[in-house]
């Protein structure tokens, strides 16, 4: 497994999370 791939998967998952927790998170795309 690649440490590289491991960090994408988490990073995203964590800005899913904010996004979540604050809907205004959103308008950063």
Known sequence: MSR???NQE???I???G?????P?????E
């Open 24 to 28: 205004g998170a959103k308008n950063l």
């Open 14 to 16: 964590a800005i899913i």
């Open 4 to 6: 590289t791939e491991n």
């Open 18 to 22: 904010m996004a979540g927790r604050f």
């Open 10 to 12: 988490i990073e995203g």
